[in-house]
């Protein structure tokens, strides 16, 4: 079937340009162009929270920068499908019933205000690992042991300044040997990339035949978080398992096929939008 791209128009943040990863990629904004897309590069002022914007509102635009831009966005302007940026994708808790336990890496997770977590305090010899439930990144996911559990919450409340009542994912510490990326949209998987292997930023092509069955599978679900997003998939003792699902409108690519990406999320968002009217 043939596709009218000069019907799609994207909003790109320049933030995302300039952290994408030298992999030899067409870079995104030339891919979307490549293919007729109407492509508007800004770079958002974060004070003033302003931005201008040259699409009309209803038109079929979707936006891709940082997690402040796309909530600017959603606020500001009506578009569609506008960005992929939902409540399915931003909390943990929306997925994760929905995925099922038996693929998530955090199968043993209960929820806490962090006030809770730190009253509840941890026993000796026992570590956790502790994230937001919210996805957007309001503190980093990290292990809390017994042993550093003072200076790590003092960092938390400090630094990362994270409050009583935020709400907690909390789950047992699993080995990791490497994490990767799916895209998934309308139901398939687009393109995949390793971004970390033994605890280090690695971005490669590279994935295991075990993590390409679990995004499939992912993909195939009745449940889908969003007509397109990214499933995050670790390798754990010779085992994939579904780490956490991201917003594609706020996530970085590392080494995913930027073409075929921009082919297939323009062709989503051009059926989200005829299917609209």
Aim: glycine fraction near 6%; hydrophobic fraction near 35%.
């Amino acid at each position: 079937m043939e596709y009218d791209f000069s019907k799609v128009n994207w909003i790109i943040h320049q933030v995302m340009l300039d952290r994408a990863y030298e992999t030899g990629m067409t870079p995104l904004d030339k891919a979307l162009r490549d293919i007729g897309c109407n492509v508007h590069i800004t770079d958002y002022d974060t004070i003033n929270k302003t931005s201008i914007i040259p699409f009309s509102e209803g038109s079929c635009t979707v936006s891709y920068g940082s997690i402040q831009f796309n909530k600017y966005m959603l606020k500001t302007y009506r578009f569609c499908p506008g960005s992929y940026f939902n409540d399915e994708v931003k909390k943990f808790s929306a997925y994760a019933p929905k995925l099922g336990g038996d693929i998530l890496l955090n199968d043993d997770y209960y929820l806490l205000p962090f006030g809770e977590f730190v009253r509840r305090g941890l026993k000796p010899g026992e570590s956790v690992f502790i994230k937001p439930d919210s996805g957007l990144k309001t503190f980093t996911g990290k292990v809390i042991t017994h042993e550093n559990f003072d200076h790590e919450i003092n960092s938390m409340k400090q630094i990362e300044i994270v409050y009583n009542d935020t709400l907690c994912v909390i789950a047992s510490t699993k080995p990791i040997d490497g994490e990767f990326r799916y895209v998934i949209a309308d139901g398939e998987v687009i393109s995949k990339s390793q971004y970390s292997w033994d605890h280090q930023l690695e971005v490669r092509i590279d994935t295991f035949p075990e993590g390409d069955a679990l995004a499939e599978y992912v993909a195939k679900m009745e449940y889908q978080a969003d007509k397109v997003y990214f499933c995050d998939i670790a390798m754990s003792n010779g085992m994939a398992k579904v780490i956490e699902l991201n917003a594609f409108s706020s996530s970085g690519l590392y080494a995913c096929d930027t073409d075929k990406i921009a082919k297939a999320v323009s062709i989503a968002a051009l059926k989200e939008f005829e299917e609209s009217y």
